[in-house]
């Protein structure tokens, strides 16, 4: 089956900073690969999600590229803000189906003001 | 558009009792997902529902939990016995194909502890 692995665990940056988050993924036929937001106590978020034919996406302040080649994927938020702090998990689809998503273990992001 | 609903959103049990959990999830919504998810981890799916039929459930203890999804609209998930292990945010989700391509919305989720 799929196996998603998310880079860093932990990340603090000053307000203003980018943050990056990585995750690679083992499943070459995968195809969607969506990054939820979860606030402490609350249900996860999507906030961006990209696919296969499409190497990068950029929605604001946050962007997702995807090497299909090296099976790897990352978040770029720029100019962060407090309100950016949450734990960021990355997902990828396996099984060739949108439906069945693997999850990364997440990063917790620390934006301090 | 009202999001996905759960209920409790917290439960306390000694264990080796049974708890069940009730997702009501988006309207049209005809795919309906239960993730387990412990602390400091990521979602693991544990059942998909399309419409009342479960097509993935490979990922559910069957020895203990049970889910079902009559009319398929609301579900409910179940675990008889509970054990310690059981301690952990039972989520929902749904989608719709038709809507962003299966983007997945997520309930608050439940969070369960066993003692």
């Known amino acids: 089956g799929e196996n998603v692995e998310q880079h860093p665990s932990t990340l603090s940056v000053q307000e203003g900073d980018s943050a990056v988050i990585k995750c690679t993924y083992s499943d070459s036929a995968s195809n969607y690969f969506p990054w939820y937001k979860q606030e402490l106590g609350k249900r996860p978020q999507l906030i961006i999600d990209i696919r296969s034919n499409v190497g990068e996406k950029k929605d604001q302040r946050i962007a997702v590229t995807l090497n299909k080649t090296a099976k790897h994927f990352s978040l770029h938020i720029t100019e962060t803000q407090p309100e950016d702090s949450a734990v960021y998990f990355c997902a990828a689809s396996s099984g060739g189906s949108n439906y069945k998503l693997t999850f990364g273990k997440g990063t917790l992001l620390t934006v301090n003001p | 558009e009202a999001g996905v609903v759960q209920s409790p959103r917290y439960k306390i049990i000694e264990k080796k009792q049974p708890v069940a959990f009730w997702c009501n999830p988006i309207?049209?919504?005809?795919?309906l997902y239960w993730y387990l998810q412990n602390l400091g981890q990521g979602p693991e799916l544990l059942i998909r529902y399309e419409n009342e039929e479960a097509v993935d459930d490979s990922q559910l203890p069957k020895d203990r939990f049970s889910a079902e999804r009559l009319k398929g609209v609301d579900s409910t998930l179940k675990i008889q016995p509970a054990e310690l292990g059981d301690s952990a945010v039972y989520l929902c989700a749904s989608s719709s194909p038709g809507h962003r391509v299966n983007e997945q919305f997520f309930g608050p989720g439940t969070r369960l502890t066993v003692l």
């Open positions: 309207s049209g919504h005809n795919t």
